[in-house]
């Protein structure tokens, strides 16, 4: 009997993009949960396989000519993943270029601005000496991901899925979409986005892929008090470890 996937998760978007996969594929897996907000992250073992320190990571016991491989990076876990099972990754050359000029969108365009703008949004300090870097900060971010919000709406239009048919591309750009109004963009003005989101969202594989985020694996960077302190200092206040 082959083992499950080994997926070192925490609930954040670049998590959900794996878990999906792997429910979609029907690949069986089990949850190491890293919680970020502690520094686990940062914990030998788990650096042995994921050197940017940095979750998802996987370690699939049946890898390429029967031997156990670890991949980190979400990306390159969808593709790996993808290659494995045949699934989800076009079919014949022109698709899977299609499939991956998406996937790499959302890994260098939405991913990166997006997790910005959030962060000046919801975690810069309110207290600092020049508050116009912060909102600048904010506005420049929502900005920008509200233009990539305009550019896979346009994608969308007239279609149900991002590259067609639904593939990686879909699954990897969902978790980084957030189309209410109160997200501090104006979700009304992306009615194709907005329609994809909800489409992918009733996807039975996507529901108990979020479901497996649940109770013991939280995360804990909003908390209030000192525990919230703690993680957010962890998580922003990284710099290169020797």
């Known amino acids: 009997m082959t083992q499950p996937i080994k997926v070192y998760y925490w609930p954040t978007p670049n ?25 686990e992250q940062f914990e030998p073992d788990f650096l042995a396989i994921s050197p940017n320190n940095r979750m998802p990571a996987i370690v699939d016991p049946d890898g390429p000519g029967g031997e156990a491989i670890s991949v980190f990076e979400s990306g ?19 698709a899977r270029v299609k499939v991956e000029e998406w996937m790499y969108w959302q890994m260098g365009g939405l991913g990166p601005m997006a997790g910005q703008r959030n962060h ?37 239009q007239g279609q149900d899925f991002v590259a067609g048919d639904y593939s990686l591309a879909d699954m990897i750009i969902w978790p980084w979409v957030n189309p209410r109004s109160n997200s501090g963009l104006v979700a009304e003005e992306f009615p194709n986005l907005q329609a994809w989101h909800a489409r992918v969202g009733e996807r039975p594989a996507v529901k108990k892929a979020l479901e497996a985020a649940g109770p013991a694996v939280r995360s804990s960077v909003q908390a209030s008090g000192p525990e919230g302190d703690k993680a957010r200092a962890t998580l922003f206040g990284q710099r290169a470890r020797r």
């Open 15 to 39: 998590g959900h993009k794996v878990t999906i996969a792997l429910e979609e594929m029907g690949l069986a897996y089990e949850i190491a949960p890293v919680n970020i907000g502690r520094g």
């Open 76 to 94: 390159a876990i969808l593709q790996y993943l993808g290659r494995k099972t045949g699934l989800f990754y076009g079919k014949g050359e022109r």
């Open 120 to 156: 000046f949004r919801n975690y810069a300090p309110t207290i600092v000496a020049d508050q116009r870097q912060v909102a600048y900060g904010a506005i420049r971010y929502t900005n920008e991901v509200e233009r990539l919000y305009g550019v896979l709406d346009k994608q969308l």
